[in-house]
């Protein structure tokens, strides 16, 4: 279920027939954008994630307590993860004042362009980037504040 149970008008309802339709044992694979991410603190109504196709938002706890409270699924995981692209080229970009779409990284500086994925793309092939990256993605997931929320699920063997 990748970005899926928050375009649901019942996440409950769909859960549940979820679990009926897994085998015994079967897993669920579930993602979805994070309410409490640092990326909809700081963009606030800008966050790309709030738009009219989402009838539903979750932090991990809200989520964790729907799966708990109305399914016999076992979570077996759960994490939040990623600092978003979207949230980098805001900040870098003065709060906004520069379109999201116009920054580049290269091994030495940032400069502009067209492209807001050639920036995922030039952080990973930037290795003082990628690691700068890593740490605040870890300091992130630690804190439950990354972009998405992560939930592996198994429906009990009986």
């Not at 520069?98 to 030039?122: F, G, H, W």
Request: hydrophobic fraction near 40%; glycine fraction near 4%; proline fraction near 4%.
């Amino acid at each position: 279920m990748f970005e899926v149970i928050e375009h649901l008008n019942n996440p409950i309802k769909f859960l549940c027939r979820a679990e009926t339709v897994i085998k015994p044992g079967g897993l669920i694979y579930l993602t979805t954008p994070n309410f409490n991410s640092l990326d909809r603190r700081v963009l606030g109504a800008k966050w790309s994630a709030i738009h009219r196709e989402h009838l539903s938002y979750f932090t991990p706890e809200t989520l964790l307590k729907l799966i708990n409270d109305n399914t016999g699924l076992e979570v077996l995981h759960s994490e939040t993860r990623n600092l978003s692209a979207e949230l980098i080229n805001y900040l870098r970009n003065f709060g906004g004042k520069v379109p999201l779409q116009n920054i580049y990284v290269s091994s030495t500086e940032i400069t502009l362009i067209a492209e807001p994925l050639d920036l995922r793309s030039k952080i990973d092939q930037t290795r003082w980037l990628l690691l700068l990256k890593h740490g605040i993605n870890q300091l992130l997931n630690a804190s439950s504040l990354s972009s998405t929320i992560i939930i592996l699920l198994r429906r009990s063997k009986k």
